[in-house]
C-alpha cells in the first residue's frame, strides 16, 4: 500500500485545490464558439500540468477542440487504465442566479464554486493529484494508465470518436475510469454500473416567410408557436408517459434483485424533492423516482425559441419557432431507431399550414457495466478502504456517450467512480464540488491503482 | 372646396414626406425601456411640427410617454373632430431580417421604409400635411380640430386613458378621426366600421426552484416547457377552435348583408396566402379567411421564454418558462369576462408539478362603428372624390383600444379611415408606406374636412 503517495496527497491538498482552481477559471464552454480560445487555453493548461508531474503528453487537434493525451506506461505487465474525463464546461446562464462569478472559483461551506467543479474538472483532477502523488513519492505508479480528457462532452462533438476510431491501438487498455459520476450521498460513494443514453434533437417550425401582426392575420395565419406547443404536448402526457408509438417496446427494466437494492437505498423522495425546490416530483405512475432516473427512459424539452420575448407585448404571429428536445434512452433501446421514432411522431403531430423539419444534434446509446469485473471489485475495496463503507452500485439518469464508445470500440468496460454530490448543481448556477470528496477522491484513486497491481 | 390647399399639398409632397422621414428615424419603441429617451424626442419633435404650422400645443406628461395635444377651435360652429394617432413604434427584432435599417428611412418601389412609416407616423403626418396645407393657403380650417397623439398604442400604457377619464372635458368633440387603418387594397380606399379587442396575457409557469440537469432529474423533475406546451395545447385546437369553455358564448356574427357584401370584395384567398409565405390558410372551419380576421376571435402565442436558446445542445430542465398569449375578441366579447375564463381553463390545464401564474399585459374592448354616421357619409365621399371609387366598408382585426376609449368616456363614433395597405409589414421587419397614399391620404383628410364644414 502506497502510504507515503497517501500522505503526499493529504500534504498537497491546499495546492491540488489551487491547481483545480487554476483550470476552473478558464471559461472553456465547448457549445459557444466565442469560447473556442478558452478551449485551447483549458487543454494547455492540463496537458503542462500532466507534463509537469511526469507524463507523457500530447495535444490531438481535430475538427472541434483539441484531445489532452498523456501516458506512463513503465509498469510492464501490470493492467493499462485508460483514464477518462472532460475539461469542457456547460454554458453558465441565467447569470444572474450566480451567488459568485461561474469563472471566479470561490470556496464556501467546504466546497469550491465554479462552474466545471464537479462536472468535470474537478474529477479530472482527482486523477491528476493520485498519479502526482505516487509519482512524486515512489518515482512510479503500479499500473500503467493512459489519459484521455476531452473537450466536447457537452457539446456533443466527435473529436474524441474520430480518435477512438482511428487510434484503437494507442489506446489499447484492459478497463477504462470515468471520472465524471457522482456518489451516492455524502459519505456513500458508489460504482455506477448503468447510464442513460440520449438522443438530442431540435424541431424546426415554420409558418408564413415573414413576421405577422396578429391583428391583421390572426385566425387565418399558421402560427408556430402554438403548432410546436400542440407537437411537444402530443410527445408525452401530463404524467410523464411518452407517447411515442413504439417508444417503450425495447425497454427492459433490470432484475427484480437489483430494483430491491435500490429500494433499500437511503433515499429520501421528499427530501430529493425539497432539494429540487419542486412542489412535487413528477413521472410515470408505477416507478419510484430512482427507477424513473436511473432505469426509465424519458423525455424533455430544453429550450423554446420564437417570437417576441422582451419585456411588454408585442402583437407579432413569428414566422419560425424551434424546440430542442431530448430523450434519456435506457439499455436495449436503440438510438437510431428512437430518433426515428421521435421523428415520425413529430411529422405525425404536426397541425396544418406549418412546415417542419427534424435535426438529431447528438446521441449516446445507454451502458450496462458488468458487476462481476475484477476491476469493479477492485474499485469496491478501495471505495470502502477510503470512506470506511462499501459503495452502493447504481445507475446514473445522465450520458456519458464515450463509455458506450469504449465498450463498443475498444472492448473496455468502464469503472464508473466519481466524487460529485447529487446537490452539486451541474449544469446550472452555482455548481460547487466538495472540497473533502476532492481529497478523497485522490485517496480512492491511489487505492484503486494499488489493488489493481496487488491482483496481478 | 379647397384647391388651393389640394395644389398647396400637391407641391409640398417632397417636404411632406422629408417631414416624416424626420420622425421615423426617432427610434420611439415604447416597450423598450432602453428607449424611454427616444419617446420624449419623437414627441417633442412632433410637437415642435405642430406648433410651427400654427396650432396651440402641449405636452402631456404622464406615468409614462407622454402625449401631444395640439388644437385649432377658430372656426365657431363648425363640427369639432378629435384627432388620432400614435408615435410609438413595434419593436424592430428580428433585425438582421430588414433589408435596410429600421431607423434610417429609405425609398423604394415608391415606398418609404421604416419601423413606423405606416403604422402610424405616415398616417400621423397626413394629418399634419392636412392642416398645414389649408393654414398655410387659407389661413384657416373648416372645421375645428384638436390633435391626441399618443405614445404607448403598442405598449398598453394608461397614460392616454388618464388623460380621457381626467381631461374629457378639453377634448370635447362631435366625433373622432383615426389614422391607423388600412386601405383595403392599392387603389380601394376603407372606412372601417368595426375593429377586434385584445385581452394579451402572460403565463408563467415554475417548476424546481432552479435549473437541474435533465439526465439525473429527467423522469422526475416536473419541466415547465413541457407543462407550457400542455397548457398552449390546451387552449385552441390545431384547427383553431378555441377549446376555452365558454369563449364563444357572447360572440355574434354581423348580419348577413354585411357577410355577403364582404363576400363581394375583390379578395383573393389563394394570394393572401402567397403574400404571407405560407403552406396554407388556416382557422375555424366553416368561415371565410375575411370572416374569421374580421368577425371571428382568435388566440395566438406571441413568444415563449425559456430554457437554452443558444447553439448546440443543453441538457437542462429550466427551473422556469413564460409565454404571452393574446386573444383577438369581437363586440359583445368582454376584455374582463374572457380574461377570466382564459385564466381558468388555463389553471385547469396545470400538470402535476409546476405552479402558474397568469397576469393581464393589457386588453381593449371590439368596437362597431354605425354606418349611418353623417361622419362616415362624408369621409365615404372625400375619399370617393381622391381615389375615384367609394370605400369599401370593412372591419379589421387589429385592436385600437382608443376608439373603445373615445366611445365609452367621450360618446364618440370614430371615423376610421387610413392610408396603410395589407402587405406594409406591420409589427415585422421591412415595414412600408406607399409615398402615393402618403399623398392621396393628406388630399382626402382636406376634402373630408371641407366636407364637414359644408355640411353644416
Given amino acids: 500500500m502506497s502510504t507515503s503517495a497517501l500522505r503526499y496527497a493529504e500534504s498537497n491538498r491546499d495546492r491540488f485545490l489551487h491547481d483545480l482552481e487554476t483550470l476552473l477559471r478558464i471559461p472553456s464552454i465547448s457549445t459557444l464558439p466565442e469560447h473556442k480560445g478558452d478551449m485551447e487555453r483549458a487543454a494547455v493548461c492540463l496537458r503542462e500540468r500532466l507534463a509537469h508531474i511526469g507524463l507523457r503528453t500530447e495535444l490531438v487537434e481535430g475538427d472541434g477542440h483539441p484531445l489532452v493525451l498523456a501516458e506512463w506506461l513503465e509498469t510492464g505487465d501490470a493492467p493499462t487504465l485508460l483514464l477518462y474525463g472532460h475539461y469542457d464546461v456547460q454554458p453558465v446562464d441565467p447569470l444572474d442566479l450566480w451567488e459568485t462569478a461561474p469563472f471566479e472559483p470561490t470556496i464556501r461551506n467546504g466546497n469550491v464554486y465554479a462552474r466545471g467543479a464537479s462536472d468535470d474538472k474537478g474529477q479530472v ?63 456513500i460513494p458508489a460504482l455506477e454500473t448503468g447510464l442513460r ?79 429540487m425546490g419542486a412542489s412535487a416530483l413528477v413521472g410515470e405512475p408505477g416507478y419510484t423516482a430512482l427507477e424513473r432516473t436511473w432505469a426509465r427512459p424519458t423525455l424533455d424539452v430544453h429550450g423554446i425559441v420564437g417570437g417576441f420575448t422582451g419585456s411588454g407585448g408585442k402583437t407579432v404571429i413569428p414566422a419560425t419557432a424551434s424546440a430542442k428536445i431530448s430523450m434519456r434512452i435506457v439499455p436495449r433501446q436503440n438510438a437510431s431507431h428512437i430518433f426515428e421514432l421521435f421523428t415520425q411522431r413529430v411529422l405525425d403531430l404536426v397541425p396544418p399550414g406549418v412546415d417542419v423539419k427534424v435535426d438529431l444534434l447528438h446521441s449516446g446509446e445507454a451502458v450496462s457495466v458488468p458487476p462481476d469485473s475484477n476491476f469493479l471489485k477492485a474499485a469496491a475495496l478501495a471505495l470502502e478502504d477510503t470512506f470506511g463503507r462499501p459503495p452502493v452500485l447504481t445507475h446514473s439518469g445522465g450520458s456519458i456517450p464515450i463509455v458506450g464508445t469504449f465498450k463498443d470500440r475498444l472492448g473496455l468496460d468502464s469503472i464508473l467512480m466519481g466524487w460529485g454530490l447529487p446537490d452539486d448543481n451541474l449544469h446550472a448556477p452555482n455548481e460547487k464540488f466538495s472540497i473533502d470528496n476532492f481529497s478523497k477522491g485522490i485517496n480512492a484513486t491511489i487505492r484503486f491503482w494499488d489493488r489493481l497491481s496487488a491482483a496481478q
Fill in 197 to 275: 443514453g440520449n438522443v438530442y434533437t431540435e424541431v424546426f417550425v415554420r409558418g408564413a416567410s415573414h413576421d405577422l401582426h396578429s391583428g391583421l392575420y390572426g385566425g387565418v395565419a399558421p402560427n408556430p408557436l402554438n403548432a410546436l406547443s400542440h407537437i411537444i404536448a402530443g410527445l408525452k402526457d401530463p404524467y410523464g408517459v411518452i407517447t411515442i408509438p413504439g417508444f417503450y417496446d425495447d425497454v427492459c427494466m433490470p432484475e427484480e434483485a437489483v430494483l430491491d437494492d435500490w429500494r433499500s437505498l437511503p433515499f429520501d423522495e421528499r427530501q430529493f424533492q425539497r432539494d
Fill in 125 to 187: 483532477m482527482t486523477l491528476v493529484a493520485a498519479a502526482e502523488s505516487l509519482l512524486k513519492t515512489e518515482g512510479r505508479l503500479p499500473i500503467n494508465i493512459k489519459f484521455l480528457i476531452e473537450g466536447e462532452e457537452e457539446a456533443g462533438g466527435n473529436v474524441i470518436d474520430a480518435y477512438v476510431a482511428g487510434h484503437g491501438g494507442d489506446i489499447k487498455a484492459d478497463a477504462a475510469q470515468v471520472a465524471d459520476t457522482s456518489m451516492f450521498a455524502p459519505g
